[in-house]
């Protein structure tokens, strides 16, 4: 905290002092400027946090004055019951396959949109779209779209597909929320791609055609290789926000049929406010904590390496 | 290559297809809430015959939508002024302060993305409950500010630092206090991370779900995402009055979206690269 209190210099009056001042140690911001700021932070982020993780190792119940400390309970006892372990299983699972397939289709159209085509500014408008819209309201126009005998019910039975019940289905739910979550976020890939791919000079480009190196060639000799920090930016983003994913899950299956689509998230909030178990339901975030960091530590030190290589 | 041949014709094609699979479920938002309840359930996908307003009007009456809209915007407005003032000024610390002190703090600051804020969460309810802010937006938008602080200081101390710092130092050496340094010159620098700033939490904080459901939910000021959650356990089948109340809750960001999407999008696309 000592570094908040230290008060900058009183200015001595010459001009020519305050010059020679500047040169020797530069001007300094005053602390006070972050004063507002670290009280928020500390308030609402850093003090409540910590408290939480505590509180993970107790047997807190959101009421009681005293907690008492119990260690490593809470994570036991979450391990030792099947539905923690398939909330951990759909987390990683939708996390992976969001990932790739988020990631692949927002490349294509990214590549598709970074064109001559005349259509490219509009397309990219309407692809983008979905990203700023409320994902609990993009769950329920999904919810309408997979309900039985609905928009995409209809279409799978012209490809002979009978009775699709794609949410209540405990097989098939799963792969209805994934979808759900990529249609809102492939706009959000697509532009970190096209930022990326924007950055590169025409000049390399136009010199490979005129090698010869068709589209294809150089996609994959050229654009490719140059897209190391999009492709960084963006598998951390759809990692990090799918082992959060709460809200689609919420409008569409609400963790159901019975746990199929139950994500570390919902457990957590059915936990701690259904059930009041409130440390159980912190020492959850504690698991996603843990996960993100170690997901996002990993990428970094993975990329880090070969960028030295 | 620069040349619209057969090839870029045929790509145009494609890509219009995709999108248009794409844009479906938009189509689905827009059309449903103009039908009544019977014909959508006859034929999901037809389109609608004439412009009916029923639905909008139930929708609108019942789901109470005109006040939750106050609430998502006083909500929003609030907190991201106050993301604005702390965020910059705070920033302007730690990218500007002598030695290593800002730069610590600021590590500790943007360590805070990473943190899931559910389990600060839990702790704070408990907080608010005691100081009696349950139920109240105060406490949303205090939290709020909370969780958009770290990608609020990323930005601004990534931006900041890129200011050559010579400017101040010349007002400084005229005699200009610090804070007369940050408002007059630096602050007027700073509008185009402003705008990214306000974009990117705007829509954060008016989109968030979790925080407000917890804390305003069975009140009589809930935000539009937390309504909406509501109504529609409500209507059960009713997916005509649903959809209108949909299509109504997710009007005021489409528009916005639609009418600046050019800096929207260059927002989204930049903002995450500091």
């Known amino acids: ?309 | 290559m620069n040349r619209y041949t057969w090839k870029t014709l045929v790509l145009e094609i494609v890509m219009i297809l995709a999108a248009a699979v794409f844009v479906f479920p938009l189509w689905m938002l827009i059309s449903v809430g103009f039908r009544p309840a019977a014909e959508v359930a006859k034929n999901p996908m037809g389109i609608p015959t004439s412009l009916n307003f029923d639905n909008f009007v139930g929708a609108w009456v019942e789901g109470e939508l005109g006040s939750a809209f106050l609430t998502s915007a006083l909500i929003t407005v609030v907190s991201v002024l106050v993301l604005v003032v702390i965020g910059a000024s705070g920033s302007y610390y730690f990218a500007r302060s002598r030695g290593v002190a800002g730069m610590r703090w600021y590590a500790i600051v943007a360590a805070g993305m990473m943190v899931p804020f559910q389990i600060g969460l839990l702790p704070l309810y408990r907080i608010m409950a005691n100081v009696g802010l349950t139920g109240n937006p105060i406490a949303v938008i205090l939290i709020s500010i909370g969780i958009h602080l770290p990608l609020t200081v990323i930005l601004y101390t990534g931006f900041i630092k890129k200011i050559p710092p010579e400017y101040e130092e010349a007002a400084r050496v005229d005699g200009a206090t610090p804070f007369q340094a940050f408002w007059r010159i630096v602050v007027p620098m700073l509008m185009p991370i402003t705008g990214t700033v306000i974009i990117l939490n705007g829509i954060g904080v008016w989109n968030e779900f979790f925080l407000p459901l917890l804390y305003l939910s069975g009140t009589d000021s809930v935000t539009i995402p937390v309504r909406v959650y509501g109504f529609v356990g409500e209507y059960g089948a009713d997916w005509g009055k649903i959809f209108a109340g949909l299509l109504m809750a997710s009007l005021p960001v489409l528009v916005l979206f639609f009418l600046f999407q050019r800096y929207m999008i260059k927002s989204f696309g930049s903002g995450l690269k500091g």
């Open chain 1, 1 to 309: 905290m000592d570094t908040l209190t230290l008060v900058a210099p009183t200015p001595p009056s010459s001009r020519w002092y305050r010059r020679a001042q500047a040169k020797k140690r530069g001007f300094g911001t005053p602390s006070w400027f972050a004063i507002p700021l670290l009280a928020f932070f500390g308030g609402i982020v850093a003090v409540p946090t910590l408290l939480g993780v505590y509180y993970a190792f107790t047997d807190w119940d959101g009421l009681s004055a005293v907690p008492q400390f119990i260690g490593f309970g809470n994570f036991i006892e979450l391990f030792q019951q099947p539905k923690t372990m398939t909330a951990l299983g759909n987390t990683v699972l939708i996390a992976v396959c969001v990932t790739v397939v988020q990631n692949g289709i927002g490349l294509a159209l990214a590549a598709g949109v970074n064109s001559r085509i005349k259509s490219r500014n509009v397309l990219r408008t309407l692809l983008f779209a979905p990203v700023v819209m409320t994902s609990i309201i993009v769950g329920y126009l999904w919810q309408f779209l997979f309900v039985p005998n609905g928009p995409i019910a209809q279409i799978a039975e012209v490809f002979g597909i009978e009775n699709l019940n794609m949410l209540g289905n405990p097989k098939t739910a799963i792969w209805g929320v994934i979808i759900v979550v990529v249609w809102q976020h492939a706009g959000y890939s697509m532009v970190i791609w096209l930022a990326g791919m924007q950055g590169i000079p025409e000049e390399i480009t136009e010199a490979a055609a005129l090698d010869g190196a068709g589209s294809w060639k150089r996609f994959v000799h050229i654009t490719w290789p140059l897209l190391r920090t999009p492709l960084v930016i963006n598998l951390t983003l759809s990692l990090i926000s799918s082992f959060k994913l709460f809200d689609q899950v919420m409008a569409t299956t609400q963790g159901g049929p019975g746990y199929a689509t139950q994500t570390l998230s919902t457990l957590l909030y059915f936990e701690a406010f259904q059930f009041n178990n409130f440390s159980s339901g912190i020492a959850l975030g504690v698991i996603v904590f843990v996960l993100t960091a170690v997901i996002s530590f990993s990428q970094m030190y993975l990329f880090r390496d070969r960028n030295a290589s």
